[in-house]
């Protein structure tokens, strides 16, 4: 189990803000099997107020709750501290202003529930294979 920091603009949406853009393929599919699979979902984002509350309404609506919502978790008390860190603790961040931009969704559940790396996602869609997939072969002495 993980715990995933994503951003709502751009990244499960088209950048449209302060509205709400057009779903961004496969963005909340993907979301709700992260879900299903028993990751931990943060909702990462600029946004605050009446806009943050439409951000999180309208991923509700297509089955898409996180487990904190601009925290690190649900019960983390920031009004009572004004000496917070907006920096998320998290194992994963999914943004798209990534270095190299943002994956298509697809590929992010598989470097997720598959453990791998862009590249390696990259060069298997490819059909190239790298260098640590490569079997070793096996020596008298290695059993």
């Not at 057009?22 to 909702?43: G, Q, V, W, Y």
């Not at 860190?85 to 298509?104: C, T």
Request: proline share 3%.
């Amino acid at each position: 189990m993980a715990t995933i920091a994503v951003d709502f603009d751009g990244t499960i949406v088209e950048h449209r803000y302060p509205e709400i853009g057009e779903e961004r393929p496969f963005a909340t599919e993907t979301l709700r099997m992260l879900i299903k699979d028993h990751h931990r979902l943060i909702l990462w984002s600029v946004r605050e107020g009446k806009l943050l509350q439409d951000a999180v309404d309208w991923c509700h609506e297509r089955g898409v709750d996180f487990w904190a919502v601009n925290r690190d978790y649900p019960e983390e008390e920031r009004e009572k501290n004004n000496h917070f860190s907006r920096k998320i603790k998290a194992d994963y961040f999914i943004d798209d202003r990534n270095v190299g931009g943002l994956p298509d969704w697809g590929q992010i559940y598989r470097m997720i529930s598959e453990h791998k790396t862009y590249a390696q996602v990259i060069r298997e869609s490819m059909g190239q294979v790298s260098y640590e997939d490569i079997p070793r072969k096996r020596h008298w002495w290695q059993f």
